[in-house]
């Protein structure tokens, strides 16, 4: 059971440059969403989505595209990159939305620096 | 956003010590879960706690949610090298749906 899969694991782009950070979960979740973490500011959500062709903004969303074509794929696109988008990306899955009760699957993470 | 302030930012200890960590806030959540992370990892689910002056216990971790369900605590007993690792509370309400507010975690080394 591979459960949430990202990649790739380690990135290094320039400013201006787009790029997409790719997350895949096997468990027929239909919640998805990214977070992203920096040192000091804990986890903060960028954007989620409730199934396939629906999403929505989180806190952080600027910057950042996303889109739901299956269920099983939650794209996070970077138009042009910045470096304050340099941090560690997480991309999560879970059941249902109702947090009680829920288990909440991260995947390992995405290390980006955009120099 | 709704903030979790978490207490204290680190924490050295020796093996075998007890510890307290705190996560508050000035807003009611509807849960609240715990997770713990461990360097180049995600966060790992712990225990989520749903209802005022909630008790639950996971071996040597015992959480608990309080009454007011604005505030959290994690108590390790007989803390060990093992149990080292970043720990991170999040809550949610029934206003925010889906979307998790964390907490900037607590750093925990627990040497042998």
């Known amino acids: 059971n591979a459960g949430v899969t990202q990649t790739p694991k380690f990135q290094v782009l320039k400013t201006g440059q787009s790029m997409t950070l790719q997350c895949a979960q096997d468990?027929?979740?239909?919640?998805m969403s990214w977070y992203r973490q920096d040192p000091g500011m804990g986890l903060r959500l960028i954007h989620y989505?409730?199934?396939?062709?629906?999403?929505d903004q989180g806190e952080v969303p600027n910057g950042y595209n996303v889109s739901r074509s299956t269920t099983e794929d939650f794209p996070l696109r970077l138009l042009s990159a910045a470096p304050s988008q340099t941090s560690v990306y997480f991309c999560?899955?879970?059941?249902?939305?109702?947090?009680?009760?829920?288990?909440?699957?991260f995947g390992e993470g995405s290390w980006l620096t955009v120099v | 956003t709704q903030l979790l302030e978490q207490s204290p930012q680190f924490l050295s200890i020796q093996e075998g010590e007890n510890l307290t960590v705190y996560c508050n806030s000035s807003?009611?959540?509807?849960?609240l879960q715990w997770y713990r992370q461990e360097p180049g990892e995600g966060p790992v689910l712990l225990v989520t706690?749903?209802?005022?002056?909630e008790v639950k216990k996971l071996k040597r971790l015992t959480f608990q949610f309080g009454d007011a369900r604005k505030d959290s605590s994690l108590h390790i007993t007989a803390a060990q090298p093992g149990d080292t690792g970043l720990y991170l509370c999040?809550?949610?309400?029934?206003?925010?749906?889906?979307?998790?507010?964390f907490g900037k975690g607590t750093s925990l080394l627990v040497t042998p």
């Open positions: 999040a809550g949610a309400n029934s206003n925010s749906g889906y979307a998790l507010n």
């Open positions: 807003s009611v959540f509807s849960s």
């Open positions: 999560a899955s879970s059941y249902s939305g109702t947090v009680s009760g829920n288990t909440i699957y």
């Open positions: 989505s409730v199934g396939a062709g629906i999403t």
């Open positions: 468990m027929n979740h239909e919640y």
């Open positions: 706690v749903v209802t005022g002056g």
